[in-house]
Nanobody, 124 residues
Framework: QVQLVESGGGLAQAGDSLRLSCAAS????????MGWFRQAPGKEREFVAG????????YYASSVKGRFTISRDNGKNTLYLQMNSLKPEDTAVYFC?????????????????WGQGTQVTVSS
C-alpha cells in the first residue's frame, strides 16, 4: 500500500511557476507508475502528466505539454510537477496518483492510490 501527500500548491499569477511535490510512504514507490491529475470546479478530473517507474518515459496532456515537467526521485520516494508559464485555466486541485500495474493510463480509473490534493489558483 502507498500513502501519497501532495504539497506546493498556492496562489500564483499568470506566467509564474510553481513546483508540486508528492511524498509517498512505503518501500515500493519505485514499482508504481505515477501520474498527476487535476480537477477544476464543476469539471471532470483530468490527466495532466505521467511517468514510468524508472523515470525514463513521461507523458503529458496537450494542454500542459511544453510548460509542465513531471519527474520523480525514487531514492526520496517523491514525485514532482514543475509548472511554468501558468495560466488561469490551470486553476484546479492537483492530485498525484499511483498505479501498481501497467504503464500509462489517462483515465483515473486504473490508479490504485490517490493523495488528498493541493489547490493551485492562477490569477490573470
Amino acid at each position: 500500500q502507498v500513502q501519497l501527500v501532495e504539497s506546493g500548491g498556492g496562489l500564483a499569477q499568470a506566467g509564474d511557476s510553481l513546483r508540486l511535490s508528492c511524498a509517498a510512504s512505503g518501500r515500493t514507490f519505485s514499482s508504481y507508475f505515477m501520474g498527476w491529475f487535476r480537477q477544476a470546479p464543476g469539471k471532470e478530473r483530468e490527466f495532466v502528466a505521467g511517468i514510468n517507474q524508472i523515470g525514463s518515459n513521461t507523458y503529458y496532456a496537450s494542454s500542459v505539454k511544453g510548460r509542465f515537467t513531471i519527474s520523480r526521485d525514487n531514492g526520496k520516494n517523491t514525485l514532482y510537477l514543475q509548472m511554468n508559464s501558468l495560466k488561469p485555466e490551470d486553476t484546479a486541485v492537483y492530485f498525484c496518483a499511483a498505479k501498481a500495474r501497467g504503464s500509462i493510463a489517462v483515465s483515473s480509473i486504473p490508479y490504485d492510490y490517490w493523495g488528498q490534493g493541493t489547490q493551485v489558483t492562477v490569477s490573470s
